[in-house]
């Protein structure tokens, strides 16, 4: 691919990355990390917006680990990235191996109460132009406050798919919903826009969870055949497909540890502009897919968190939701009339 493409429209996603979502302020420290993985003129976009909004920009790059959270500790500088981490204000992370609950990302988010962290893990020029470059923001935004507070509001769910996804389960009124739509100016967690994350009663998660788009990690690519978990009282019980499936399932087992048998939390993906790509970062938000994590909880979902080895997370495409008993979503299709106005709006 060529090096020219979408010269002139990353540094416009840039901009907007640094000017209106991180609201970045003058003599701000903005670290960007990445490892060996990493889409190099990302970074380098990055940092010379970050710089234009007279922030000081520092770019930390690193080997790729051979895995992603805890899993990556062992090949990673620990001390000296977590001390740096501690100090900044701002951090995003671009790392194909992801730094996210890692020992790193624990202590400084525990240690660094301005910290605004945002993870854009596996991104690359074509996607950051897509998911920040041309996106009607207020209208997004608008779009999932209404699909939040929907959620919010509902006790039991069920989720199905064209692929044989079939789950029930209870919410739990003390998890927080999170809502991401773009917003990076206040201290905590953040991720790409277009995903709404939340940790449901998680024992009471039951019945059957087809991947069917991708799983990150250990699979690399989209997926060729489809991965089915059965789900018991919100653990993998049994894990059913063809030669990824095995995979998979072999994966989840090499950690010896029991939270990797366990769901952490479901998404919606709702960005207008992602594509399924097998690039985690750029799946779970796709539009009328649901996303499921397993492993690690962190604590922006649960308070307090559930730690775990590693954390994967998986893509059922078209997927249907109801909200006790009200169905809202038809095989990617949103129904629920506001919603259905506004989805619209945003081209789809």
Same mark, same amino acid.
């Given at each position: 691919?060529?090096?020219?493409?979408?010269?002139?429209?990353?540094?416009?996603?840039?901009? @907007?990355?640094?000017? /209106? &979502?991180? %609201?970045?302020?003058?003599?701000?420290?903005?670290?960007?990390? #990445?490892? $060996?993985?990493?889409?190099?003129?990302?970074?380098?976009?990055?940092?010379?917006?970050?710089?234009?909004?007279?922030?000081?920009?520092?770019?930390?790059?690193?080997?790729?680990?051979?895995?992603?959270?805890?899993?990556?500790?062992?090949?990673?500088?620990?001390?000296?990235?977590?001390?740096?981490?501690?100090?900044?204000?701002?951090?995003?992370?671009?790392?194909?191996?992801?730094?996210?609950?890692?020992?790193?990302?624990?202590?400084?988010?525990?240690?660094?109460?301005?910290?605004?962290?945002?993870?854009?893990?596996?991104?690359?020029?074509?996607?950051?132009?897509?998911?920040?470059?041309?996106?009607?923001?207020?209208?997004?935004?608008?779009?999932? @406050?209404?699909?939040? /507070? &929907?959620? %919010?509001?509902?006790?039991?769910?069920?989720?199905?798919?064209? #692929?044989? $996804?079939?789950?029930?389960?209870?919410?739990?009124?003390?998890?927080?919903?999170?809502?991401?739509?773009?917003?990076?100016?206040?201290?905590?967690?953040?991720?790409?826009?277009?995903?709404?994350?939340?940790?449901?009663?998680?024992?009471?998660?039951?019945?059957?969870?087809?991947?069917?788009?991708?799983?990150?990690?250990?699979?690399?690519?989209?997926?060729?055949?489809?991965?089915?978990?059965?789900?018991?009282?919100?653990?993998?019980?049994?894990?059913?497909?063809?030669?990824?499936?095995?995979?998979?399932?072999?994966?989840?087992?090499?950690?010896?540890?029991?939270?990797?048998?366990?769901?952490?939390?479901?998404?919606?993906?709702?960005?207008?502009?992602?594509?399924?790509?097998?690039?985690?970062?750029?799946?779970?938000?796709?539009?009328?897919?649901?996303?499921?994590?397993?492993?690690?909880?962190?604590?922006?979902?649960?308070?307090?968190?559930?730690?775990?080895?590693?954390?994967?997370?998986?893509?059922?495409?078209?997927?249907?939701?109801?909200?006790?008993?009200?169905?809202?979503?038809?095989?990617?299709?949103?129904?629920?009339?506001?919603?259905?106005?506004?989805?619209?709006?945003?081209?789809?």
């Amino acid at each position: 691919m060529s090096e020219f493409l979408y010269e002139y429209e990353l540094g416009k996603a840039a901009k @907007i990355l640094c000017e /209106e &979502l991180f %609201k970045l302020k003058p003599g701000e420290t903005f670290i960007i990390t #990445a490892d $060996t993985e990493s889409d190099r003129r990302v970074v380098e976009a990055t940092a010379r917006a970050a710089f234009a909004c007279d922030a000081k920009p520092m770019v930390v790059y690193t080997a790729s680990p051979l895995g992603v959270g805890k899993a990556a500790d062992p090949m990673l500088p620990v001390q000296a990235l977590t001390a740096a981490l501690i100090e900044t204000d701002a951090w995003i992370e671009y790392n194909n191996e992801w730094l996210l609950y890692s020992t790193p990302y624990d202590v400084a988010t525990a240690k660094n109460p301005k910290l605004r962290y945002l993870n854009a893990c596996g991104m690359n020029a074509d996607m950051m132009v897509r998911l920040l470059g041309r996106v009607d923001f207020s209208t997004l935004e608008k779009f999932m @406050i209404r699909l939040v /507070e &929907l959620t %919010k509001n509902a006790k039991h769910m069920r989720v199905t798919t064209p #692929a044989g $996804t079939d789950v029930e389960f209870d919410n739990d009124p003390g998890h927080p919903v999170n809502l991401e739509c773009g917003r990076y100016d206040t201290p905590g967690s953040h991720m790409q826009p277009g995903q709404i994350a939340w940790a449901p009663d998680l024992e009471t998660i039951n019945g059957v969870i087809v991947f069917d788009g991708s799983i990150v990690p250990p699979i690399v690519g989209v997926l060729q055949q489809p991965v089915a978990l059965h789900i018991k009282n919100g653990t993998i019980v049994k894990v059913e497909g063809g030669k990824e499936a095995a995979e998979y399932e072999k994966w989840l087992k090499s950690f010896n540890h029991p939270q990797m048998l366990k769901l952490a939390h479901i998404s919606y993906g709702v960005h207008p502009n992602a594509r399924l790509t097998g690039d985690i970062v750029e799946d779970e938000r796709i539009w009328g897919a649901t996303e499921w994590g397993i492993g690690n909880v962190g604590p922006i979902l649960i308070p307090g968190g559930i730690s775990g080895p590693s954390h994967s997370d998986g893509i059922c495409l078209n997927s249907s939701v109801w909200l006790d008993g009200v169905q809202i979503l038809d095989k990617g299709v949103f129904i629920e009339p506001e919603l259905k106005e506004m989805a619209k709006k945003l081209g789809k």
